[in-house]
C-alpha cells in the first residue's frame, strides 16, 4: 500500500493478556518509530528502529513492552500482561533516513 | 528537544486564514520548527518545516520570527477538514545524522475548529 498500515485498527484486551501490534511501513523507510497516545494526550515516543536495529527504546514504559523488526520491514509492538493503563492508541510511523515521518492510523487498546 | 507553547484551541471561519501561534523560546541553532496536525481518529500529519526563513508549500505557511523565538502557521483558507490538532514541535532537521534524533516530541498541540 501507499501507506503505513498498521493491524488491528481496534483491540479489546482482558487484563493479564498478552497483545501483538503491527506495523508495516513505507516500502524502502529505514526508520520506524513507535508512539503511545493517551487520551486528551499528545503522542509519546516508545522506541526507534533504523532497519532492524532497534536504536532507541528509552520511552518504553516498563519491561513488558517489547518491539521487534526482525527483518527491517515489518514491526511488532508487544505487550506482555496488560493493564489498564495500557489503554491508548499506539501509532506507527516510518520514514527515510533523513525525511518527514508518515505515521499510520493506529491501534486503540483497550484493556478491560 | 526545545520545548514549545501553544494555545489550547482556536476558532477559525470557513475561508477565512487560520493563524496558529508557537513559543520556543528556548530553540537551538540546529533545530528546526516542525508542524504537524491530527485529525480526529488518524495519525499525525507532516504539514511543513523551516529553519529561520519563511517557508510554502501547498497546505501552509510558516512564518519565523527573526529571532527563531516563535512562528506562526497559517492556513490561508481553512476549511472545515481542516479541523485538527496542530502540533508544533523542534528538533534537529533532516540534514543532521544521529536517528532517534528524529523522534518526535509532541505536546497537547492546539485544537483548530472552524466553523462553517
Known amino acids: 500500500g501507499a501507506g503505513v498500515s498498521q493491524s488491528p485498527r481496534y483491540k479489546v484486551a482482558k487484563r493479564g493478556q498478552d497483545v501483538a501490534l503491527r506495523c508495516d511501513p513505507i516500502?524502502?523507510?529505514?526508520?520506524l518509530f513507535w508512539y503511545q497516545q493517551a487520551l486528551g494526550q499528545g503522542p509519546e515516543f516508545l522506541t526507534y528502529?533504523?532497519?532492524?536495529?532497534?536504536?532507541?527504546k528509552s520511552g518504553l514504559p516498563s519491561d513488558r513492552f517489547f518491539a521487534e523488526r526482525p527483518e527491517g520491514s515489518v514491526s511488532t509492538l508487544k505487550i506482555q500482561r496488560t493493564q489498564q493503563e495500557d489503554s491508548a492508541v499506539y501509532l506507527c510511523a516510518s520514514s527515510l533516513a533523513q525525511g518527514e515521518a508518515f505515521f499510520g492510523q493506529g491501534t486503540r487498546l483497550t484493556v478491560v | 528537544d526545545a520545548k514549545t507553547t501553544q494555545p489550547p484551541s482556536m476558532d477559525c471561519a470557513e475561508g477565512r486564514a487560520a493563524n496558529l501561534p508557537c513559543n520556543h523560546s528556548?530553540?537551538?541553532?540546529?533545530?528546526?520548527v516542525y508542524w504537524y496536525r491530527q485529525i480526529h481518529s488518524q495519525g499525525p500529519q507532516y504539514i511543513i518545516h523551516?529553519?529561520?526563513n519563511n517557508e510554502t508549500n501547498e497546505m501552509a505557511s510558516l512564518i519565523i520570527t527573526e529571532d527563531r523565538k516563535s512562528s506562526t502557521l497559517i492556513l490561508p483558507h481553512a476549511t472545515l477538514r481542516d479541523t485538527a490538532v496542530y502540533y508544533c514541535?523542534?528538533?534537529?532537521?533532516?540534514?543532521?545524522?544521529?536517528?532517534?534524533?528524529?523522534?518526535?516530541?509532541f505536546g497537547k498541540g492546539t485544537l483548530l475548529t472552524v466553523n462553517p
Open positions: 528502529f533504523q532497519n532492524e536495529a532497534q536504536l532507541d
Open positions: 528556548t530553540i537551538s541553532g540546529n533545530e528546526y
Open positions: 516500502s524502502g523507510h529505514v526508520s
Open positions: 514541535i523542534v528538533r534537529v532537521g533532516p540534514g543532521r545524522r544521529g536517528g532517534s534524533n528524529y523522534k518526535l516530541t
Open positions: 523551516g529553519l529561520k
